[in-house]
């Protein structure tokens, strides 16, 4: 099992910077795929930004430009950098981590942070 806590979400205004973390309980150099979801009232989750065990990265096309997903394997976590933020970002943000053992594939899912974008 892994467990995932994420932090950063709060209040900001359209323009703003926020930068979430989620601290992972186990080495993250051995987690296949590392992510961010979100989820809007009324919407599904979306897929925002994803990053592999290999270093490669995809966004979603309303982030691209905006957002920076990376990792600090020394630390455990992974970052959202949120840049230039616009009201249709608020929501709920998840961490997601997708792990290997032996023939076996794991999900895991953080609790959530929510962000709010609003003057």
């Known amino acids: 099992q892994v467990q995932l806590v994420e932090s950063g979400g709060g209040l900001v205004q359209p323009g703003g910077s926020l930068r979430l973390s989620c601290a992972a309980s186990?080495?993250?150099?051995?987690?296949?795929?590392l992510a961010w979801y979100r989820q809007a009232p009324g919407k599904e989750r979306e897929l925002v930004a994803d990053?592999?065990?290999?270093?490669?990265?995809n966004y979603a096309d309303s982030v691209k430009g905006r957002h920076t997903i990376s990792r600090d394997i020394g630390k455990n976590t992974v970052y959202l950098q949120m840049n230039s933020l616009k009201p249709e970002d608020t929501a709920v943000y998840y961490c997601?981590?997708?792990?290997?053992?032996?023939?076996?594939?794991?999900?895991?899912w953080g609790q959530g942070t929510p962000v709010t974008v609003s003057s």
């Open positions: 997601y981590a997708k792990v290997s053992f032996g023939v076996r594939l794991y999900i895991h």
């Open positions: 186990r080495d993250i150099s051995s987690i296949d795929v």
């Open positions: 990053i592999t065990s290999g270093g490669g990265t």
